[in-house]
């Protein structure tokens, strides 16, 4: 099962490293294998998220996760996406733009850097109405019940996700008038626009991947036997429902690797600005994050231990605090890594308590324990 899932990340692994030795020596080969880790780290918290929209999935869309979306991850965020960046911030065509990272590359890695301001807003403000969304949910696993039940209580207002976003991307352009942690100049208006567009594109394929995802669940619920009717006689119409759920729900996960990406690329400027290096170190731990995600889907494992999405969805709540915080303010890249990994980390041993209290209710009375909330 292990070797099964993990396989071609474990093969990527060698061929990295050993293309890394070949091209750059001993010390390229290092390079890429801190990247591997320090995309790892940093991700680790979109593995279980991904796990709890892929599961939602049949094999067929996860095998196109895997490889479809893995050329996406790989060579559309850690290679093509910050020439592209590049392209659009210096007005470049995107073949200057490939000849400066190649020739040029502190130049490339100050424009890459000149535009943070406008990845963090756009990333910032998409993680977090994944976050509050969450969090104002009415939900039968509460893991910070102190927490959860008022803020389940306030989601009964619809816009109050959106309201606190665009509040928080107001606090967040006003303080970036002046940045002197990017390059200063005022950047406000860049920061507003991005945030802006990070909120619009959550809204539009959160939206439509939900509006088919319902839409398909209230099929299957009202009338499931009709369902496999039509699908006995050949009408190919509840196949076009759910590929058009999936379709969305699988644009929905490539958005929200994109989001986690911006502070993966960002932060491996710190170590080298060669795009190539970056690209293959980065592109290795992408892979990893992506064996895991069907690693918890095929084990079911977010059924076992459930608070890790609510782990994993405080991680995305802090990543992008952190993202809009440093629009402003740098912030160590070990700090973004480690909010994540010591949340999911708690939430897991949350859960680990909760099954052994369970289980001990449950065998000290002889019956199945019954599904309870959290904490």
């Given at each position: 099962?292990?070797?099964?899932?993990?396989?071609?990340?474990?093969?990527?692994?060698a061929?990295?490293?050993a293309l890394?030795?070949?091209?750059?020596?001993?010390?390229g080969?290092a390079i890429?294998?801190?990247l591997?880790?320090?995309?790892?780290?940093?991700?680790?918290d979109?593995a279980?998220?991904?796990?709890g929209?892929?599961?939602?999935m049949?094999?067929?869309?996860q095998?196109?996760?895997?490889?479809?979306?893995?050329?996406?991850?790989?060579?559309?965020?850690r290679?093509?996406?910050p020439?592209?960046?590049?392209?659009?911030?210096a007005?470049?065509?995107p073949?200057?733009?490939?000849n400066?990272a190649?020739n040029?590359?502190?130049?490339?890695?100050?424009?890459?850097?000149?535009?943070?301001?406008?990845?963090?807003?756009?990333?910032?403000?998409?993680?977090?109405?994944?976050?509050?969304?969450?969090?104002?949910?009415?939900?039968?696993?509460?893991?910070?019940?102190?927490?959860?039940k008022?803020?389940?209580?306030?989601?009964?207002?619809?816009?109050?996700?959106?309201?606190?976003?665009?509040?928080a991307?107001?606090?967040?352009a006003?303080?970036?008038?002046?940045?002197?942690?990017?390059?200063?100049?005022?950047?406000?208006?860049?920061?507003?626009l991005?945030g802006?567009?990070?909120?619009i594109?959550?809204?539009v394929?959160?939206?439509?991947?939900?509006?088919?995802?319902?839409?398909l669940?209230?099929?299957?619920?009202?009338?499931?036997?009709?369902?496999?009717?039509?699908?006995?006689?050949?009408?190919?119409?509840?196949?076009?429902?759910?590929?058009?759920?999936?379709?969305?729900?699988?644009l929905?996960?490539?958005?929200?690797?994109?989001?986690?990406?911006?502070?993966?690329?960002?932060?491996?400027?710190?170590?080298?600005?060669?795009?190539?290096?970056?690209?293959?170190?980065?592109g290795?731990?992408?892979m990893?994050?992506?064996?895991l995600?069907?690693?918890?889907?095929r084990?079911?494992?977010?059924?076992?231990?459930?608070?890790?999405?609510?782990?994993?969805?405080?991680?995305?709540?802090?990543?992008?605090?952190?993202?809009?915080?440093?629009i402003?303010?740098?912030?160590?890249?070990v700090?973004?890594?480690?909010?994540?990994?010591?949340?999911?980390?708690?939430?897991?041993?949350?859960?680990?308590v909760?099954?052994?209290?369970e289980?001990?209710?449950?065998?000290?009375?002889?019956?199945?324990?019954?599904?309870?909330?959290?904490?």
């Open positions: 099962m292990l070797l099964k899932t993990f396989g071609w990340s474990f093969a990527a692994t061929a990295g490293l890394a030795g070949v091209l750059w020596g001993w010390q080969l890429v294998g801190i591997s880790i320090l995309e790892i780290s940093l991700s680790f979109n279980v998220i991904n796990a929209i892929l599961r939602k049949n094999a067929f869309w095998k196109i996760f895997l490889t479809l979306g893995i050329l996406i991850a790989v060579f559309g965020m290679l093509v996406f020439v592209v960046i590049v392209a659009i911030t007005k470049l065509g073949i200057e733009a490939v400066l190649i040029d590359k502190a130049q490339y890695q100050e424009l890459v850097t000149s535009a943070h301001p406008a990845i963090a807003a756009f990333g910032g403000i998409f993680l977090l109405m994944i976050f509050l969304d969450f969090i104002f949910e009415e939900r039968d696993y509460k893991w910070l019940s102190w927490i959860e008022p803020m389940a209580k306030m989601g009964k207002l619809d816009t109050l996700s959106i309201i606190i976003a665009l509040v991307l107001l606090v967040s006003m303080t970036v008038a002046t940045s002197v942690a990017h390059g200063g100049g005022d950047k406000s208006a860049t920061v507003l991005s802006v567009a990070g909120l594109t959550y809204l394929v959160a939206g439509v991947s939900g509006y088919f995802e319902g839409k669940e209230d099929e299957d619920e009202a009338a499931e036997e009709a369902a496999e009717a039509r699908a006995a006689k050949g009408n190919g119409s509840a196949v076009g429902l759910a590929g058009k759920a999936a379709f969305f729900m699988f929905y996960l490539e958005v929200i690797d994109a989001s986690f990406s911006f502070d993966g690329v960002i932060s491996a400027f710190a170590i080298t600005n060669d795009i190539f290096m970056m690209a293959l170190g980065l290795i731990g992408a990893y994050i992506r064996s995600t069907v690693f918890l889907v084990k079911g494992t977010l059924d076992d231990y459930v608070y890790l999405e609510h782990g994993a969805h405080y991680a995305i709540g802090a990543l992008a605090v952190i993202l809009l915080i440093t402003k303010y740098e912030i160590p890249e700090v973004t890594g480690l909010v994540g990994v010591v949340l999911i980390a708690l939430s897991f041993a949350s859960s680990v909760r099954n052994r209290r289980g001990s209710s449950g065998d000290a009375s002889g019956e199945k324990p019954e599904v309870t909330s959290g904490v």
